[in-house]
């Protein structure tokens, strides 16, 4: 009896944890239901917002091109307003229809939408789960089990989800009539399918993600490195360090690689088919190619938005603008290898890094990346916990969201102010992502470098 309450005493508090996270999911799902059930006309507000709502991410353009090409039967690209996948078109667009059973059209998109949240964050917490336990397995491979014992560990897992849902920035995504919870649905999917090594998962996701906003491209980077390597381990020297002839060295496996390789060409050319059929009668594949991934990597249209790029091309003179979009554009390239070389043995924070430099330099950003930015970032609350810039990072993010909606209200609506206002907040949002950026990595390399130090001293 007395060893039955010791073990029923030891696992009260995780049964405890587990409830918790399921009460905060609940209430979280439940929130966003409220909001748009019971105050759809402030939300019909905000699918105007460009932070929330961009040209490729707008549910109002979904709509036009599904009305263009059911209604009109011609290219739904035709009017320069949708940009956006064929087969988005085909999933959300019967949404789109007004008064379908008596709903208005946003409230289904909506309740998808929230769906995909749902799943976003629970595929987040299994990914802060898997990565949990092969840190604390890493650990005591090193013979560093006091680092478990005298530090807290958080669950991770349960804060990267939590941090997801309750993030105002997921909030007004979710209920703001924008698909960016569908591709962030998507590269989360991506990740946990690498991670756990679920290789059609990752394919899919991966391939999804590009195809419907391309700069996840970048992300097959560190999923290669997570299918070869498994998930986040300190440096391999660390291992050697310890000398050990039961250590077991961090080695990279092909198999999975080849394996996601050839899961990712079926996927693709799969997908390519049903764009294909889709698009056959309005204007084939090329001018899909031509009014989605050429609209993205162009920058066509200049209307305002969170970055950084809308205003520079709108001054910037036309014979220079060729220049400075192979410039933009190679900078993302150019940072790929070096963060690839030095982070090779964390590839899923690699992941965040690339996730949040994407947020900064793509060419019609929303909140909604910054959304998963930081949801993604509550995995590595663990390493991360000695960041210098914390408490300036969150009231620069509170100041930036909260300074953006006034600022472009002052230039639009009262005339009071001028782009400059508007812009001067795309600034610090990009400014605080570098620093983001920066801050996280070399607190990742400092949790290191602690690593290698305290086994030196046993």
């Known amino acids: 009896m007395g060893e039955e309450d010791d073990i029923t005493k030891s696992s009260s508090p995780s049964k405890k944890k587990v409830y918790r996270f399921w009460e905060w999911t609940i209430a979280a799902i439940l929130f966003r239901i409220l909001l748009i059930f019971f105050f759809p006309n402030y939300l019909s507000q905000l699918a105007s917002r460009p932070e929330l709502s961009t040209p490729v991410t707008s549910l109002r353009r979904l709509a036009e091109g599904y009305w263009l090409k059911k209604q009109a039967s011609i290219s739904p690209y035709a009017g320069s307003m949708y940009h956006g996948s064929p087969l988005l078109l085909s999933v959300l667009g019967p949404l789109t229809v ?10 289904l998109c ?10 976003s964050a629970l595929l987040l917490r299994a990914t802060g789960q898997k990565l949990q336990s092969m840190y604390c397995q890493n650990l005591k491979s090193l013979a560093l089990e006091k680092v478990l014992g005298s530090s807290d560990i958080h669950a991770c897992g349960d804060i990267s989800s939590l941090f997801y849902l309750w993030n105002p920035l997921t909030i007004l995504t979710c209920v703001g009539s924008s698909t960016s919870p569908i ?3 998507l590269v989360i999917l991506s990740i946990y399918g690498a991670c756990t090594r679920l290789i059609p998962l990752a394919a899919i996701g991966w391939v999804l993600a590009t195809h419907l906003s391309l700069y996840p491209a970048v992300l097959i980077i560190p999923v290669i490195l997570l299918l070869g390597y498994g998930p986040d381990a300190p440096p391999k020297k660390l291992f050697l360090l310890k000398n050990s ?13 080849i394996l996601f390789l050839l899961w990712t060409s079926a996927w693709s050319i799969y997908i390519m088919v049903l764009c294909g059929i889709s698009v056959r009668q309005t204007g084939g594949l090329q001018d899909m190619f031509k009014r989605t991934y050429g609209f993205i990597l162009t920058v066509k249209d200049l209307s305002p938005n969170i970055g950084v790029l809308w205003y520079f091309f709108a001054e910037v003179f036309d014979i220079f603008r060729n ?21 090779r043995h964390r590839p899923c924070f690699l992941a965040f890094v690339y996730v949040a430099m994407s947020s900064m330099l793509k060419t019609y950003p929303s909140v909604a990346d910054s959304a998963l930015c930081l949801g993604l970032f509550g995995l590595f609350v ?4 000695d960041m210098q810039f914390s408490f300036v990072l969150f009231c620069g993010y509170v100041g930036v969201n909260l300074l953006s909606p006034i ?13 400059n ?17 920066v801050d996280s990595t070399s607190s990742m390399l400092k949790h290191d470098r602690w690593l290698r130090k305290l086994i030196t001293q046993t």
């Open 98 to 107: 007004p008064k379908i059973d008596g709903l208005p059209s946003h409230v």
């Open 110 to 119: 909506s309740l998808l939408f929230v769906i995909a949240d749902l799943f």
């Open 183 to 185: 591709e962030n649905f």
């Open 245 to 257: 002839k039961e250590t077991i060295l961090p080695s990279f496996s092909w198999k999975p690689v």
């Open 323 to 343: 220049f400075f979009l192979l410039v933009i554009h190679m900078n993302i390239l150019f940072m790929i290898l070096p963060l690839a070389i030095r982070l």
């Open 382 to 385: 663990n390493q991360l916990a």
């Open 407 to 419: 600022m472009h209200n002052l230039w639009i609506w009262r005339g009071t102010g001028n782009a």
């Open 421 to 437: 206002f508007y812009y001067a907040t795309a600034i610090a949002y990009a400014a605080l992502q570098i620093i983001l950026m």
